[in-house]
């Protein structure tokens, strides 16, 4: 019986053992399974050796560093997608799946892209840099400033010894020459040209000596063009408050800098004709409306010279002239009146809505009197020169009467304009100082509301540093934040330390 039992074990471990053996294909499919789910797509940067390029239409070579080598398969799909030729001795970056070749149970890794290791590497860099600056916000036309139509100084930030330099100019002195140039030299290729760069445009921004920027350089690589593919040089771009025109390289060259600027120009020659108009067209377009100005103000005159002819041949007489004249000074006063009263209260509305905008009260008081003698002495040479018009008329159309109508009437028509030659100097006189009465008047009520005189008593005006925001509530600050205080004499600047409600 115990011999049998030992029989039936043997056999039970027979079949257990039989069980548990794999064949070779199995193993390497599970290995392959394994591998493939083990890792993503990678990508993997070596040297290209034992290159082959069957007539398949594959590609078959090994990938190595310093210390080690992989086989790799490219498949004819995609080799399609290559932009150059593989060759021994190149470096290069792959996009690889890892897995085991079943048929000889080698480790290899399947290609899905190829690219030359160099460049490809800045291609990644300037893309990842593009999409993180863009998701910020530094590419939106929201932020994107206007060119000046006609600026009076040009900042170039370029070479000096470069072509695009000497090709701007070229054609600004061409379009405008009346323009003036800031150059500011700065390498633009090499280890230092970024930072070189970045100081320019904080530089120009800080100086404001110039309405506009140019960025510029030739064309060449995306190595040769990587300064201004640089992070600082497009912040420094997006935080400058001129208007930026970026023109670097050729028209199929694209930047970093020429997507935060605020226009792109192709080409450093269609950055200058973007910068200043043609002179040529602005002198034609004066000339043309100097032409049609004349020819208006000539037809003008003519009309004007038909109307008085006119006006010559119904000439009514002597006596009808003097009423209508008469009761044309009636007229004009009434008009004149009117027109006062009206002056008057514009004068009002206008000095309450400049007492309600004010900052500088003693320059506005200044101003307005001065603008109010200005008028006054206009008001008096008008009246001036109507009343000596007038009495010209009256002394020719006394001559006249004196050899057409009795003496009598002629003398009675003289004192009745007499007399309305006195009341006019006293309207005159009696407006002029209600005028200046009421300048005097609104001249204190100004003084009496200038918050220059409230700071004479001791207090401020409190504005953040950086904008003209005044602070009236603790609410409206943090700690850390930077003031500026207004005082009677002179301005303060603080920091915020504390904050909190009164």
């Given at each position: ?64 560093d ?7 398969a ?9 932009r ?14 890892v897995t ?9 890794l399947v ?7 160099g ?8 893309e ?11 590419f ?8 000046p ?8 930030i ?8 000497h ?18 030299p700065v390498?633009?290729q090499?280890e ?8 320019a ?16 350089r ?7 063009l ?12 997006y ?19 020429d ?14 004709e973007?910068a200043v108009?043609?002179?040529k067209?602005?002198?034609a ?33 002597p006596d ?13 006063k ?20 400049l007492?309600?905008r004010?900052?500088h ?9 001065a ?5 006054l ?19 020719t159309l ?7 109508l009795?003496?009598?009437?002629v003398a009675?028509?003289q ?6 030659k006195?009341q006019l100097d006293?309207l ?35 504005r ?6 005044v602070?009236?509530r ?29």
């Open positions: 019986m115990a011999s049998q039992n030992t029989s039936d074990q043997q056999g039970t471990l027979a079949n257990r053992a039989v069980k548990e053996v794999y064949p070779v294909s199995r193993i390497v499919r599970e290995a392959r399974m394994l591998l493939e789910g083990s890792f993503p797509l990678i990508w993997v940067e070596g040297e290209i050796s034992n290159l082959a390029m069957p007539g398949s239409g594959h590609i078959y070579f090994t990938l190595k310093e210390v080690a080598q992989v086989r790799c490219m498949f004819r799909n995609r080799n399609r997608q290559l150059f030729t593989p060759e021994n001795g190149m470096q290069v970056l792959l996009r690889v799946r085991l070749y079943e048929g000889r149970g080698e480790f290899q290609v899905e892209h190829m690219e030359e290791a460049s490809g590497a800045l291609q990644r860099a300037y990842a840099l593009k999409q993180r600056l863009g998701q910020e916000g530094l939106d036309e929201a932020h994107k400033k206007p060119i139509a006609m600026p009076a100084t040009i900042g170039i370029s070479s000096p010894d470069g072509a695009a330099v090709d701007i100019l070229s054609v600004l002195k061409r379009r405008f020459p009346a323009v003036d140039v800031i150059l500011y390498a633009v090499g230092m040209s970024a930072r070189q760069l970045v100081e445009v904080k530089l120009a921004d800080s100086r404001r000596d110039c309405d506009l920027l140019i960025i510029s030739g064309g060449g690589s995306l190595e040769d990587w300064s201004f593919n640089d992070e600082q040089l497009a912040r420094a771009i935080d400058c408050e001129l208007p930026v025109i970026s023109a670097v390289g050729h028209e199929v060259d694209f930047t970093i800098a997507f935060v600027a605020d226009v792109r120009a192709p080409t450093p020659s269609a950055a200058a973007m108009p043609d002179a067209q602005l002198l377009t004066v000339n043309n409306l100097m032409q049609r100005l004349t020819a208006r103000i000539q037809q003008w005159l003519a009309g004007e010279q038909r109307h008085l002819l006119h006006l010559q041949r119904r000439l009514p007489r009808l002239q003097i009423r209508q004249q008469t009761q044309s000074l009636n007229q004009f009434r008009m004149l009146d009117v027109a006062w009263l009206r002056q008057q209260q514009n004068r009002a509305q206008r000095v309450d809505y007492a309600a004010l900052k009260p003693q320059a506005q008081i200044d101003s307005q009197h603008r109010l003698n200005n008028l002495h206009r008001l008096q040479t008008a009246f001036r020169a109507q009343q000596k018009q007038a009495e010209q008329w009256v002394s006394q001559s006249r009467l004196r050899r057409q009795p003496l009598q009437q009675a028509q004192q009745h304009v007499s007399g309305l006195r006293k005159i006189q009696g407006q002029l100082t209600s005028a200046e009465a009421m300048l005097t008047q609104h001249m204190r009520t100004l003084a009496a509301v200038s918050p220059l005189n409230t700071l004479e008593r001791g207090y401020s005006i409190t953040f540093a950086d904008s003209e925001e602070i009236t603790s609410e409206q600050v943090k700690p850390g934040d930077a003031l500026r205080i207004k005082l009677h004499q002179g301005e303060i600047d603080c920091e915020v330390k504390s904050a909190g409600k009164q």
